[in-house]
């Protein structure tokens, strides 16, 4: 009659160490390091160029700046006389396409942090980076720059070909070329940093876009219709600020002889994304993710 046999102790694989023994640990191979701002924008950067409508949105926003900006000069040269356009600044054919594109840059600012609440990606952001400010800061960075950069790109297309179809318009002077890109240019993607921090605030992609769109086109619409002379100060003020006007002013043709010119609504949209960013920020922290 055959004895029981006790099993063998089994002894515990080398990484883990003897009992009592000082814990050796598991050394990984990827090396643990202090994240920081850089990090949190290389992660926003691959979002932003790895979804789909953010390819779409951009392409639209080319094909209507470059396209009516284009169309616009071409039709000009074609029907007006060479004394009309002798007067003339041909970078300000650029000022439709951008007025109709900058849409496409508010729609896209708002989605960079709207949709993530909608559809939960939120959560893993957060888990991924619990510092909800560095999250927000690494967003508008990312953001900015792409905005920027693809306004330039297009408006100087436009600028040049615009130029170059009309001959017979003045030579647009350094300050003018200079505002009719980079300061354009600034004050889109400033436009769209704003739609990012409404986004932010709201947490709901339709009702952001919505206010966006109210807050470029209400002013001027609002101001049309105001007829009575008790409402003239009122009725010039919404005509002076509205966007479309301060948009105008880079391609001195302001709808108003008073009110914002040179650079000065680039200082006003600096000022008004500021402040909603400081909200935006301030939110963040007290809100639930």
């Known amino acids: 009659m055959s004895t029981p046999q006790t099993p063998a102790p089994q002894t515990a694989p080398a990484w883990q160490g003897a009992p009592g023994a000082a814990y050796p640990g598991y050394t990984s191979p990827i090396p643990v390091v202090r994240t920081h701002l850089g990090h949190a924008i290389s992660s926003e950067w691959t979002k ?4 789909r409508s953010t390819m779409w949105t951009l392409g639209v926003f080319v094909l209507l700046v470059v396209g009516i900006g284009l169309a616009t000069a071409a039709l000009v040269s074609a029907n007006a006389g060479e004394d009309e356009l002798s007067r003339e600044n041909p970078l300000s054919f650029g000022f439709f396409g951008l007025l109709l594109g900058s849409m496409c840059i508010i729609t896209l600012g708002v989605l960079t942090t709207a949709s993530e609440y909608g559809t939960g990606m939120i959560r893993t952001t957060m888990v991924a980076c619990p510092t909800r400010g560095r999250v927000l800061a690494a967003k508008g960075v990312v953001f900015f720059l792409v905005a920027f950069v693809v306004t330039l790109v297009s408006a100087i297309l436009v600028a040049m070909v615009d130029v170059a179809l009309m ?21 889109i993607a400033l436009l769209g940093l704003l739609s990012l921090a409404v986004g932010s605030v709201i947490r709901h992609s339709a009702g952001a876009i919505t206010v966006m769109i109210g807050l470029v086109l209400a002013p001027l619409v609002i101001a049309l219709f105001m ?11 919404l005509f002076e600020y509205s966007i479309p006007n301060q948009l105008s002013v880079f391609y001195s043709t302001s709808l108003t002889d008073s009110g914002p010119s040179g ?16 909200g935006a920020f301030a939110l963040l922290e007290k809100r639930d993710a």
């Open 48 to 51: 932003i160029r790895s979804v």
């Open 167 to 187: 001959p017979e318009a003045r030579e647009p002077s350094g300050g003018e070329w200079l505002k009719g890109t980079l300061g354009v240019s600034l004050y």
């Open 227 to 237: 007829f009575s002379s008790s409402l003239e100060d009122l009725r010039q003020a």
């Open 263 to 278: 650079w000065d609504p680039l200082w006003i949209a600096l000022g008004v994304t500021a402040a909603a960013f400081a």
